[in-house]
């Protein structure tokens, strides 16, 4: 299916929290999306399985990247 118009085309859920986390460190990223697994023993796996279960939490973090990100790509 494709999907042009679509800025997170082609990204995983991994590849975007990977990406936040490497620009923002998980402290700041705790402060700008406030959920457990960015503040408490934070990790890429952890923060995965909150977000595959929660969409809520998933569209702040696909906002955030592409505030973040967007002008570079």
Same mark, same amino acid.
């Given at each position: ?19 936040? +986390? *490497? ?6 990223? +705790?402060?700008?999306? !406030?959920?457990? =697994?960015?503040?408490? *023993?934070? =990790?890429? %796996?952890? =923060? #995965?399985?909150?977000? &595959? %279960?929660?969409?809520? $939490? &998933? *569209?702040?973090?696909? $906002?955030?990247? #592409?505030?973040?990100?967007?002008? *570079? !790509?």
């Amino acid at each position: 299916m494709s999907q042009p118009n679509n800025p997170l085309h082609g990204l995983t859920l991994e590849n975007i929290v990977t990406e936040l +986390a *490497d620009y923002y460190g998980w402290e700041q990223l +705790a402060l700008r999306i !406030r959920i457990n =697994s960015f503040q408490n *023993d934070p =990790s890429v %796996k952890s =923060s #995965l399985k909150f977000l &595959r %279960k929660n969409q809520w $939490a &998933r *569209d702040k973090v696909e $906002a955030l990247y #592409l505030e973040t990100f967007q002008q *570079d !790509r």
